[in-house]
């Protein structure tokens, strides 16, 4: 079976985490543009000529400090 190709997709949930009155958003999720992935942040707003839509922030993919090395990879701190 052929992998799925994931280019141009993604996803949005609704933040469960979110605490109200602050500027986290209200939908978060991911996608994934020519085989790099971003992060997606969104919240809905309001407009007095338009209605309701979604405000988007687009982000390259985080990853926290000291995440394990890929196999093979070369390690630049002392294994000590």
């Not at 109200?20 to 000529?49: R, S």
């Not at 993919?61 to 002392?78: D, F, L, R, T, Y």
Request: charged share 30%; hydrophobic share 30%.
């Amino acid at each position: 079976m052929p992998e799925y190709d994931n280019n141009m997709t993604g996803v949005l949930f609704r933040n469960t985490k979110r605490e109200e009155g602050t500027k986290q958003p209200e939908f978060n999720g991911h996608c994934e543009i020519e085989g790099t992935k971003y992060q997606l942040a969104a919240w809905v707003k309001e407009g007095p000529k338009c209605g309701k839509f979604f405000s988007i922030s687009i982000q390259p993919e985080w990853k926290p400090e000291g995440e394990p090395v890929a196999a093979g990879a070369q390690s630049e701190e002392i294994p000590f």
